[in-house]
């Protein structure tokens, strides 16, 4: 959706590096979360946020961090701790808090490994 | 936690023909079931949802039915398009989560002219 921005489009990370990728959303959206998505696979929970400044664990958070100081950004570092950190990285929003909206997502995050 | 399962992994059909995907979730109080199609090197766009209180959803060529008591949800294309061709994937909100989605593994769809 034009009101998620992922950035970069294509990151390559050499070992031992931290690499962070950018979301920002201008939806007015309490809730974002990030996903990994391998080749021809489904898409795997990282990270999640609700409010400003709380996170919680999604099901794949080894060798992952996030922070929320800003409800429009959500930023995903991908830490050196992550060994096979290729792979296709989504961000999403929905608002409202406990309500069943749908999540929209960004354009998504290649990232590679140099 | 939620389990959603999806079938079929692949599906081919005829140009014009209807496609059917079925996805299967363990909580009996999800209350709340996106479908979203993802083109390849895209990302997943929503296609339509539907919520517990209701059966059956349709919008054009798309519809979505809903079965409460055997906790199963389907996905009906009519009159396929190649336009149609793309990973399909299913998702059922997981309760008490603040809206987190738990999703399908996906079906890939290819319409063969």
């Known amino acids: 959706d034009g009101g998620i921005t992922q950035s970069p489009k294509y990151l390559f990370r050499k070992e031992g590096q931290n690499v962070t990728l950018s979301c920002e959303q201008n939806?007015?959206?309490?809730?974002m979360y990030w996903y990994r998505q391998d080749p021809g696979q489904g898409l795997r929970l990282i990270y999640y946020s609700q409010i400003v400044n709380d996170f919680q664990k999604g099901d794949i958070a080894e060798g992952y961090s996030v922070s929320r100081e800003k409800k429009e950004s959500f930023p995903l570092t991908v830490t050196s701790a992550q060994k096979n950190p290729t792979a296709f990285y989504l961000c999403?929003?929905?608002?409202?808090?406990?309500?069943?909206?749908?999540?929209?997502f960004g354009d998504g995050t290649r990232l590679s490994i140099l | 936690g939620e389990n959603v399962e999806q079938h079929p992994s692949t599906l081919s059909v005829q140009e014009g023909d209807s496609a059917v995907i079925k996805c299967t979730y363990s909580d009996s109080a999800s209350n709340y079931f996106p479908w979203y199609k993802q083109e390849l090197g895209k990302r997943p766009q929503l296609i339509i949802d539907i919520r517990s209180n209701v059966g059956e959803k349709k919008d054009q060529r798309i519809a979505v039915t809903l079965n409460k008591t055997a906790k199963h949800f389907s996905l009906h294309i009519t009159e396929t398009q190649p336009e149609d061709s793309a990973v399909y994937f299913c998702a059922a909100i997981v309760t008490d989560s603040w809206g987190k989605l738990q999703f399908g593994a996906g079906t890939q769809v290819v319409v063969t002219p």
């Open positions: 939806l007015n959206h309490d809730a």
């Open positions: 999403a929003s929905s608002g409202g808090l406990r309500s069943n909206q749908p999540q929209h």
